[in-house]
C-alpha cells in the first residue's frame, strides 16, 4: 500500500508537471504595437501590419498583435522609446532622431551624404546596429530591427533650392539633431518637429519647406503643399533618417522559448532585408503625385552638391567629436558605417 501510494503520488506530480508544461507551450499573448504615424502609413502597411500577420501566422495564433497607429495610447512621438522600455506598450516604431542627442550613436546614419538605397543603407545600419548599438543605444530594449527611409528630397513651397545658397535665411522642418547641423551649416534655419506636425507648418508658413523621402509625402499630402522639388541624384543623397523597430525586454524574456523563436525568425536582417527594398520602391508613388499635380522639379548640379558636401563637413566632424569624447572611437565608426554602405550598395546593385 505504501508503495502504490508512493507511486500514485509520483505519478500525480509527473501528471501536474506535463500540465504546466503544457500550459506553458500553449500560452497565448497580445502584443501591443504603438506608432506615431496613421494607419494607411507605410510604416503600418510596410513594416509592422506584415510582421504582425508573420508573427501571428508562425505562432499558429498564440500570439496576437494589436496595432494602434497615430499615439493612440497616448504621449507623443519622442517618448515612444521610454514607453516600449518601461512596458507601457509591447512594441513601437520610432525615430531615434526625435529625442535629440540621447541615441548619439545610431546617428552616425542620419549624417549629411551618407544614405545611398534604402535598401543597402538598411542592411548596413543592421548589421552596424548588431555589432554596436544593441549593447549601447539601445541596450534597455529588445531590437526587431533597423531600417532607414530612402533618400531625402527638398520640398519647397515658394522657390526651388538650386544652389547651396539658397537655403540661406529659409526656415526648413528638420526631423533629426544630425539634419539640423546640417540644414545649419547651409545657412538654413532648422525648425524640429515630428512629421504628422509638417503639413500645418507648411500651410501656415511656419517653415518654407521640409526635407522628407517620398514615402511620408504621400500619406501626409504634402505635395499640395509645396510646388518645388530638389533632387540630389550623386552617389550619396542629401540625407536620411534612421528608424528603430523594438519591443520591450521583459516582455520578450517572459516569452517559452518557441514564441521567442517566432519573434527571432521574423527580426534582424531577416526583416530588414524586406524593408529596404519597400521603401525604396513606394517613393515612386510620391514622386508620381507631386508630377500629376504639376509641380517643378529640379535635380541639384553635381558642383553644387560638392559645396554642399564642404559645407556640412563641420557637422559630421562635430559628431565624431562627440562620440569620441563618450569613449567610442568615433572616426572608426564613421569609416565603418560609410564602408558598410558601400558593400551593401554593391551588393544590391549586383543583385539586381
Known amino acids: 500500500m505504501k508503495f502504490a501510494a508512493t507511486g500514485a503520488?509520483?505519478?500525480?506530480?509527473?501528471?501536474?508537471?506535463?500540465?504546466?508544461?503544457?500550459d506553458a507551450s500553449a500560452q497565448e499573448v497580445t502584443l501591443k504595437v504603438h506608432h506615431f504615424v496613421g494607419p494607411?502609413?507605410?510604416?503600418?502597411?510596410?513594416?509592422?501590419?506584415?510582421?504582425?500577420?508573420?508573427?501571428?501566422?508562425?505562432?499558429?495564433?498564440?500570439?496576437?498583435?494589436?496595432?494602434?497607429?497615430?499615439?493612440?495610447?497616448?504621449?507623443?512621438?519622442?517618448?515612444?522609446?521610454?514607453?516600449?522600455?518601461?512596458g507601457v506598450v509591447d512594441v513601437v516604431w520610432t525615430l531615434p532622431g526625435y529625442s535629440?542627442?540621447?541615441?548619439?550613436?545610431?546617428?552616425?546614419?542620419?549624417?549629411?551624404?551618407?544614405?545611398?538605397t534604402a535598401e543597402a543603407t538598411t542592411l548596413a545600419f543592421q548589421e552596424f546596429g548588431e555589432k554596436h548599438l544593441a549593447g549601447t543605444d539601445f541596450k534597455d530594449v529588445k531590437v526587431l530591427t533597423y531600417h532607414t527611409a530612402a533618400r531625402f528630397k527638398i520640398h519647397m513651397i515658394d522657390a526651388p533650392i538650386v544652389r547651396a545658397d539658397d537655403f540661406k535665411g529659409r526656415k526648413v522642418r528638420a526631423t533629426s539633431r544630425a539634419m539640423g547641423s546640417l540644414l545649419s551649416a547651409l545657412g538654413a534655419t532648422p525648425v524640429f518637429m515630428p512629421v504628422p506636425a509638417v503639413p500645418e507648418a507648411l500651410s501656415k508658413g511656419v517653415v518654407a519647406g521640409a526635407v522628407l523621402p517620398w514615402e511620408i509625402v504621400t500619406p501626409l499630402r504634402v505635395y499640395e503643399l509645396v510646388n518645388y522639388h530638389s533632387l540630389i541624384e550623386t552617389e550619396r543623397g542629401f540625407a536620411g533618417?534612421?528608424?528603430?523597430?523594438?519591443?520591450?525586454?521583459?516582455k520578450y524574456e517572459s516569452l517559452p522559448d518557441d514564441l521567442k523563436a517566432v519573434i527571432d525568425k521574423n527580426s534582424g536582417m531577416t526583416l530588414a532585408k524586406r524593408l529596404g527594398p519597400e521603401y525604396d520602391k513606394v517613393e515612386v508613388v510620391g514622386r508620381g503625385l507631386a508630377e500629376k499635380r504639376g509641380n517643378k522639379f529640379n535635380v541639384i548640379d553635381p558642383a553644387e552638391v560638392a559645396k554642399m558636401e564642404k559645407l556640412a563637413q563641420p557637422?559630421?566632424?562635430?559628431?565624431?567629436?562627440?562620440?569620441?569624447?563618450?569613449?567610442?572611437?568615433?572616426?572608426?565608426?564613421?569609416?565603418?558605417a560609410r564602408a558598410l554602405i558601400d558593400k551593401y550598395t554593391r551588393q544590391t546593385a549586383t543583385k539586381k
Request: proline share 5%.
Open 9 to 22: 503520488l509520483a505519478a500525480a506530480v509527473a501528471g501536474l508537471g506535463l500540465m504546466a508544461a503544457s
Open 100 to 116: 535629440g542627442n540621447r541615441f548619439l550613436l545610431s546617428q552616425v546614419f542620419e549624417m549629411p551624404f551618407m544614405i545611398t
Open 241 to 250: 533618417a534612421a528608424f528603430l523597430y523594438a519591443m520591450n525586454k521583459k
Open 315 to 336: 557637422a559630421i566632424d562635430k559628431w565624431v567629436s562627440d562620440v569620441t569624447r563618450k569613449g567610442y572611437d568615433g572616426k572608426g565608426m564613421l569609416a565603418e
Open 40 to 86: 494607411k502609413s507605410v510604416q503600418q502597411t510596410v513594416v509592422i501590419q506584415p510582421w504582425a500577420d508573420a508573427v501571428m501566422r508562425d505562432s499558429k495564433g498564440r500570439i496576437k498583435v494589436e496595432i494602434y497607429p497615430a499615439m493612440q495610447l497616448g504621449g507623443k512621438p519622442p517618448e515612444l522609446y521610454d514607453q516600449v522600455k518601461d
